[in-house]
């Protein structure tokens, strides 16, 4: 299989999961910023050779061809909305507001994340998949889409 089919079929199979959509629907970033900044890290981290610009946006999921130009636009979006994402969680620390009690689901779900990536790194590294582990997995994945459902919804403090 090529590097290119595997960048597809990862890309396929992360961009269309129900945590990935649910995380992305709420984040910063568009999916198609996602897909970008992903092919990016791939190709930076993976690919047995340096990428181009130019092949970097042949990975793109469409069937359309895209310019070099469009996917560094795209990329440095992703960057942009990455970096101001990183500034309100850095500004909310500064005045404190991280530590309000309202925000404790929001650790607990990301604590969730942490575990549930990890069960799943597991079976994929392990390629021997145990029906207690795919259990746990899609128990963990219900209660994620759930939290991540009800943490999607502004927080409101009664006074």
Do not use: C
């Not at 575990?115 to 219900?142: A, G, P, V």
């Amino acid at each position: 299989m090529s590097f290119r089919e595997e960048v597809h079929n990862w890309l396929k199979r992360s961009l269309e999961d129900p945590l990935v959509l649910k995380l992305a629907e709420n984040s910063n970033l568009t999916i198609t910023q996602l897909e970008t900044l992903l092919i990016d890290v791939l190709a930076e981290n993976l690919a047995p050779n340096k990428l181009k610009y130019e092949e970097k946006a042949n990975l793109r999921r469409n069937k359309a061809p895209i310019s070099r130009g469009s996917f560094n636009r795209t990329l440095r979006q992703a960057k942009t909305n990455i970096i101001r994402s990183i500034y309100t969680l850095l500004l909310l620390g500064y005045f404190g507001i991280l530590e309000n009690p309202n925000l404790a689901p929001y650790n607990e779900a990301a604590n969730k994340l942490r575990e549930y990536t990890q069960i799943y790194k597991d079976l994929f590294n392990n390629r021997q998949s145990t029906k207690e582990k795919k259990q746990i997995l899609s128990l963990l994945r219900e209660e994620l889409e759930s939290v991540l459902t009800q943490l999607s919804k502004p927080w409101i403090t009664d006074s």
